[in-house]
């Protein structure tokens, strides 16, 4: 047998294919150049020894030993290994493992899904059983016992009751969050809450147990987020309208001392969100012959998942977020200029939001959109994550002693942030897959289980909530006030409440939102009588809530009745003094918002 001389293997890495060699041996990258958050150290030699890096330095000042693995990286960049902080593994299923280390994400923050079964994920990574990225991990969605209530009455492919926990109330909130971190969660995800109350005790359960809170903060007062109880804003935040700019900026600074991030997830709206309905239909055809290719390696039930946000989808929500963008922009490079450290997540798992290859269309979204720099981008998916969830000792950077998560790219990150996905080669923990194996990585997806059946099921949907929603649609399909009177009627001695997420309360809600359809579909076909009459019978179900009173104000104002609506309107303003929808038809009518 003729055995391969040392430099016909150094020719065949210099193409990056997959090393024959054994993966115990040195592994060194010569002449490339080194780009991490520091910038860039051009002809630099990077030295591995197992699983982390050995030496850094510029060429001919790091021995290379004999034996070693050699690859050319002469006209090639290195970065360390990417982060997605904002991903859903159990949407995308397992069969998308594979996809991020081929796009060069080594590491993600898994923010909610069925814990047991992405924690076997990760320790079957962890053993090298299965290929895939570091996966620090929140659990379930923490929600509010109104939402899971809710998302379990729309029926979704999604199998809700194993991904979304109710919390309900104060005393709830500790019992939910050390079940979770007995479970060895990472962080602790609230995504909807009952009221600030439970938030709060949410967010001091975790701070016991050590465990840092990330959540959906658009509606929590300043004073929760300036007081450090919230580690991590995902999306975007935005302050009162009558804040002055000073407010604003110190406001940030004080977010910025005390280390709070934003992942801002723009993916979520330029590749998704403001897609026309028929483009992403067009892209989510027959997989056979899709529009986009990448819809081969999308699990049956993401394929699934994503036609029915699809349908959701409605073009008042569209225009309402296309509206409202330009605020979160503004708010966004507003906190970057103030020090806030945006980090990079893609909300993996959204419609077109793509496992792998969307958190590089994300940093080329920071350059555009907040305007980052490429290296400023670049850091915002390596040092910052690493730093943010305290493993910077580790990754994050090129250097000696940190672990070998690297990835090598044809053109260079800092001329233009989208070379990102020119990926030559990738090195997970000191194990290079070159081109080959990359291809390969990426074709094993195609022929896993879950690519071909949908492997995540919902439970059967329980009695009581398929009680609760023929009640509901009952209510909804009602056409006149006797009707609506006669499937309350229903509601007030409906037995199975207390079997239901949340249970009076969060039916309640339900009900009020039902009944209310009613009244305005009457206004709007010119039924004004009745329409009255089914408010009034919404304040007399629910007469502490706000809402209540102001639809039945806007109904007599409609009907001309100026005293009764100035009456209705000031009720709903004693009940929630924030509603400025009362506020400001009182001051159109010439009234004062009191008595």
């Known amino acids: ?251 940030y600074r004080d977010l910025a001392r005390q280390g709070t991030v934003v992942v801002p997830t723009l993916t979520s709206y330029h590749e998704s969100l403001f897609v026309p309905a028929s483009e992403a239909a067009r892209v989510l055809g027959d997989s056979t012959d899709a529009a986009d290719p990448r819809v081969a390696y999308l699990s049956a039930f993401l394929l699934a998942d994503w036609r029915e946000q699809l349908e959701e989808r409605t073009p008042r929500d569209v225009e309402a977020w296309t509206a409202f963008y330009p605020e979160i922009r503004a708010t966004l490079r507003e906190m970057r200029r103030a020090g806030v450290p945006i980090l990079a997540g893609s909300d993996v798992a959204v419609l077109l939001v793509w496992p792998g290859g969307s958190l590089h269309r994300e940093l080329q979204l920071l350059v555009a959109e907040l305007e980052m720099t490429p290296l400023e981008a670049l850091a915002s998916a390596t040092l910052g994550p690493a730093e943010h969830l305290g493993l910077a000792d580790s990754l994050g950077t090129i250097e000696p002693g940190k672990v070998a998560d690297l990835v090598l790219l044809d053109a260079d990150p800092l001329a233009d942030i989208s070379n990102t996905g020119r990926i030559a080669a990738v090195i997970q923990g000191g194990e290079l897959r070159g081109r080959e194996g990359l291809a390969a990585l990426r074709e094993s997806v195609r022929a896993m289980p879950e690519i071909a059946e949908n492997d995540w099921l919902p439970a059967p949907t329980p009695p009581a909530v398929r009680a609760a929603r023929a009640l509901e649609e009952s209510i909804r399909d009602a056409d006149s006030a006797e009707e609506v009177a006669a499937a309350t009627e229903r509601f007030e001695s409906f037995e199975e409440a207390d079997e239901l997420p949340g249970g009076w309360l969060a039916l309640g809600d339900r009900v009020e939102s039902a009944v209310n359809s009613v009244g305005y579909r009457l206004l709007r076909a010119e039924r004004p009588g009745e329409a009255i009459e089914v408010f009034m019978l919404n304040t007399r179900l629910f007469p502490e809530s706000a809402n209540t009173w102001d639809s039945l104000g806007e109904a007599h104002m409609i009907r001309g009745d100026r005293d009764l609506a100035v009456r209705h309107y000031r009720r709903s303003l004693e009940l929630d003094p924030g509603n400025d929808n009362a506020r400001e038809k009182l001051v159109e009518m010439g009234a004062a918002p009191g008595p």
């Open 1 to 251: 047998m003729i055995r391969p001389t040392l430099l016909a293997v150094a020719l065949a890495l210099a193409a990056l294919p997959d090393p024959a060699l054994s993966q115990d041996l040195p592994l060194a990258v010569t002449g490339v150049t080194v780009v991490d958050a520091f910038g860039a150290r051009p002809g630099s030699t990077v030295l591995i020894e197992g699983r982390r890096i050995a030496a850094v330095g510029p060429l001919g000042q790091v021995t290379v030993p004999p034996g070693a693995r050699t690859v050319d990286g002469a006209d090639r960049w290195l970065i360390p290994g990417l982060w997605d902080l904002h991903v859903h593994l159990s949407k995308t299923r397992a069969s998308a493992l594979p996809l991020f280390v081929a796009s060069g994400i080594l590491s993600v923050r898994d923010l909610g899904g069925e814990m047991a079964e992405v924690a076997r994920w990760e320790d079957e990574i962890r053993r090298r059983e299965r290929v895939g990225p570091r996966i620090v991990r929140a659990g379930p969605y923490l929600e509010s016992p109104a939402n899971v209530l809710r998302v379990l009455m729309a029926e979704t492919v999604e199998p809700e009751e194993r991904a979304r926990v109710p919390v309900d109330g104060p005393e709830d909130a500790r019992r939910v969050v050390d079940s979770i971190a007995r479970a060895g969660v990472d962080l602790v995800k609230v995504r909807t809450w009952r009221d600030l109350e439970t938030f709060r005790a949410i967010a001091d359960a975790a701070a016991d147990r050590g465990l840092p809170l990330v959540a959906h903060a658009m509606t929590l007062p300043p004073e929760d987020l300036r007081a450090g109880l919230v580690a991590s804003i995902e999306h975007f935040y935005t302050l009162p309208d009558d804040w002055s700019a000073e407010e604003r900026v110190a406001f």
